[in-house]
């Protein structure tokens, strides 16, 4: 029986085939041009065979595509089966965990997006956990989900414990000191339906996308290191070490899998993995604050890591 | 392939060709102009190479969009917040 099978399960591009193909084949041992459905009443046992076949048939190319090019899900699948995770990890954020979390129901309220949102707090001894709980009980369990971990342990790891208690089919990553706006986020999810991007990242640096709280040194250093980065690794996307991403949740589990670096790097390396593996990215241009208040300081030694992974990643990938 | 593989081939493939034609490799009869500007060339791209770097990235730093209204708009959004968030029994 032919049916459209859930769109859960990357498997192979047989939703995607539109029925009337699948009449044709069938047409040829079957009476007229009634589609498979019918034939399920008329006990056709030619029809079920012939779906049979051609479900193999289906799966074969799929298989046969190559494992560089990841099969997508169809781009027709109803937007109210999506559901939006968003992982905030969290460090010493008391002061804005509630002002990030009052935003981002705005957003998804505001355009009627089904979400949660997953704070995973490293043991802030700020006291984030307690505001968490009270956020918790002021916009419900169902939405807001804690879970904590005992001490610093990176952010890695800090998303792959996010992932595991994500219900959601896409995952959303961003900073939760408010240099992120979570009005952008509806945009992240118009683009991924336009294009069905494997991943949608925000940019900096392109369109009007931009940043406020740097100074004029501040601009040259990232400009100037982004410019070694495109030269040196083609990735394909103008911002790599942003943060704020909207990713399918299984193309994530795979990137963090392969990743192994940390801090900006971490962030540098998924895209050029994800480039690897053939996923595609989508760009939407966002406004950076880089603290409302006071300035934003770049040390001589976060420059020298950077350096360092990025000439790692360009050797080895 | 790796991308320093493929620039170390790439300059490989320059640099050979360049000496090829220097050091008159091939048998080819070149004019005295040709060969006046093959010997510096190398120094000359790189020269220009730099150039267009700094060219490039003073371009993007005086083009980079400040996003003046980014932080206007969150900072009332913040004392909307706070506002909001105390009403609902939040103690900050």
């Known amino acids: ?317 | 392939m790796l991308k320093l593989t493929q620039w170390l081939w790439g300059l490989g493939l320059l640099d050979s060709a360049w000496a090829a034609l220097t050091m008159g490799a091939l048998d080819l009869e070149l004019s005295f102009p040709c060969q006046e500007v093959l010997w510096p060339l190398p120094a000359y791209l790189l020269v220009s190479a730099g150039c267009y770097a700094l060219g490039i990235v003073g371009y993007s730093v005086a083009t980079f969009h400040d996003c003046e209204d980014a932080v206007r708009e969150l900072q009332s959004q913040i004392l909307e917040a706070q506002a909001d968030l105390t009403r609902n029994g939040l103690c900050f």
């Open chain 1, 1 to 317: 029986m032919v049916k459209n099978t859930g769109c859960s399960s990357r498997g192979p591009g047989f939703n995607s085939v539109p029925t009337w193909q699948l009449t044709t084949i069938c047409n040829s041992s079957s009476k007229g041009s009634s589609d498979l459905l019918a034939s399920k009443n008329t006990k056709h046992t030619c029809g079920i065979q012939t779906s049979i076949y051609i479900k193999s048939k289906i799966s074969s190319t799929g298989a046969s595509r190559g494992g560089a090019a990841s099969p997508r899900p169809p781009q027709g699948r109803s937007s109210r089966q999506d559901k939006y995770s968003v992982l905030l990890p969290t460090y010493n954020e008391h002061e804005n965990l509630p002002l990030i979390m009052w935003l981002l129901v705005k957003s998804f309220s505001e355009s009627a997006i089904n979400y949660e949102i997953i704070i995973i707090d490293d043991g802030s001894p700020d006291g984030t956990r307690e505001v968490a709980e009270q956020l918790e009980k002021i916009y419900g369990s169902d939405r807001i989900l804690l879970r904590p971990r005992e001490k610093k342990l990176g952010l890695g790891t800090a998303y792959i414990h996010g992932i595991k208690h994500a219900t959601g089919n896409y995952v959303i990553i961003m900073d939760a000191d408010l240099s992120h706006h979570p009005k952008f986020i509806p945009e992240f999810i118009r683009k991924q339906k336009e294009g069905n991007f494997d991943i949608v990242s925000g940019t900096r640096y392109k369109g009007n996308g931009g940043v406020y709280g740097w100074d004029l040194k501040r601009k040259i250093i990232s400009r100037g290191a982004n410019f070694i980065t495109q030269i040196l690794l083609r990735p394909g996307a103008s911002d790599l070490t942003g943060s704020f991403k909207l990713y399918r949740k299984e193309v994530l589990q795979k990137l963090i899998e392969k990743c192994v670096s940390k801090g900006y790097v971490f962030q540098m390396e998924m895209i050029v993995r994800a480039r690897q593996l053939n996923y595609t990215i989508g760009e939407v241009p966002i406004s950076f604050v880089d603290r409302v208040y006071g300035e934003s300081k770049l040390g001589g030694n976060e420059i020298v890591s950077f350096l360092k992974g990025l000439l790692t990643l360009f050797a080895t990938t």
